[in-house]
Each structure stands twice: as C-alpha cells, then as structure tokens.
C-alpha cells in the first residue's frame, strides 16, 4: 500500500511534466504566432470599413459590460442582443449604438 506522501510525491512528479509539457507547448505555439504574423498588414480604413458594414455589433462587447453595471448581466446581454439583431435586420447605416439609444 502506497504511504501518503509517496501519493503527494507521484501527484508532484506528475504536475511538474504537465507544466513542463504546456510551457514546451506554449513556447512552440508563440513561435508559430510569430511566424504567422510577421509582414501582418492592418490598414485602418479597411478597419473602419468592416465596422461599419458589421452594422457596429462589435461594439457590443464593450457596451455590455457598462450596461450590465446599471441593469445586471444577464438583462444587459438580453439588450444587447434584441438591439443588435434589430440592428442587423436593417442593413447597412443602422448601428447597434442608434438602435440602444431609441430604447432607453
């Protein structure tokens, strides 16, 4: 039968290749990344295009949290989401930001 510290022993041995094995791990995949995008171009007017094609639900990542202050998370989300699927429904030139501040 096995002492309990040669349990606390073998669980220590254990966690210390786990930890090995996910940093090797985390080092190849940061090397990948760099490789990935070294040259990576972000031309800003096609940022701002994007966005404002997206009808601006990706604001709704920063709106929620501050909205989810006043009203709750759960409820903010539920905003969030109605307001962005209306704005979404409109096309272009109706922003989620617009359909928020008609619905107070």
Known sequence: MLQPQEVRGARSAMM???LERGRSLTDEVLTLLKEVIRGLQVPPERMTENVNRSG???SAEAVTP????KIGRQAAH???YHAAQEAGSRGRGQDLLEVLSRHP
């Open 66 to 69: 501050k909205l989810g202050h």
């Open 78 to 80: 539920g905003v969030i």
């Open 56 to 58: 601006g639900p990706i």
């Open 16 to 18: 210390d290749i786990a």
